[in-house]
């Protein structure tokens, strides 16, 4: 009869045990959650990095092409005509084979179809340089974004 008058008053956990099992689940979380934040961050690292060389791939056909380097960085989705070139060289603009990127898949800058946007900069700005810093004398691009990857490089360094 003691056995049955025990069985009867275990029917939930204690304090003790319940404490336990929170405390075993707030570790896992912090283990856990920084982990999880460093994947988003590396992943817009790998984006910034891809749409970087993108950019530079581009540049580097616009150059091949017309003997000049974009004078903006809105050249290289100018239309298929050159009308919205702004390069003023006639020889470049009659070269002219763009647009050199084009407008299929992945995040853009609103108002400029094909050109990517950095992914560290706000969604809703369509300031070209507000994403990336172009110098069109030696056709370099760099990210506009301030700050260190998680490996400690500068963004503009990338």
Same mark, same amino acid.
Request: aromatic residues 8%; positive net charge; hydrophobic residues 40%.
């Given at each position: 009869?003691?056995?049955?008058?025990?069985?009867?008053?275990?029917?939930?956990?204690?304090?003790?045990?319940?404490?336990?099992?929170?405390?075993?689940?707030?570790? +896992?979380?912090?283990?856990?959650?920084?982990?999880?934040? =460093?994947?988003?961050?590396?992943?817009?690292? *790998? @984006?910034? &990095? !891809?749409?970087?060389?993108?950019?530079?791939?581009?540049?580097?056909?616009?150059?091949?092409?017309?003997?000049?380097?974009?004078?903006?960085?809105?050249? +290289?989705?100018?239309?298929?005509?050159?009308?919205?070139? =702004?390069?003023?060289?006639?020889?470049?603009? *009659? @070269?002219? &084979? !763009?647009?050199?990127?084009?407008?299929?898949?992945?995040?853009?800058?609103?108002?400029?179809?094909?050109?990517?946007?950095?992914?560290?900069?706000?969604?809703?700005?369509?300031?070209?340089?507000?994403?990336?810093?172009?110098?069109?004398?030696?056709?370099?691009?760099? @990210?506009?974004?301030?700050?260190?990857?998680?490996?400690?490089?500068?963004?503009?360094?990338?």
């Amino acid at each position: 009869m003691t056995l049955s008058k025990f069985a009867s008053r275990r029917r939930g956990f204690t304090l003790i045990e319940l404490l336990i099992v929170i405390v075993v689940i707030a570790i +896992l979380a912090l283990i856990v959650i920084p982990r999880l934040m =460093g994947a988003g961050r590396k992943a817009k690292e *790998a @984006s910034l &990095k !891809g749409n970087l060389q993108q950019l530079r791939n581009a540049i580097s056909q616009f150059q091949a092409d017309t003997g000049v380097y974009p004078s903006a960085l809105t050249d +290289l989705v100018a239309k298929a005509d050159g009308s919205n070139l =702004g390069i003023t060289d006639t020889t470049a603009k *009659a @070269s002219y &084979k !763009g647009p050199y990127l084009t407008p299929s898949g992945g995040v853009k800058i609103t108002g400029y179809p094909g050109l990517p946007r950095n992914p560290f900069v706000d969604a809703t700005e369509t300031d070209v340089t507000k994403h990336w810093t172009y110098e069109s004398t030696g056709g370099t691009v760099k @990210s506009a974004f301030t700050g260190e990857t998680i490996d400690k490089e500068a963004f503009t360094d990338l």
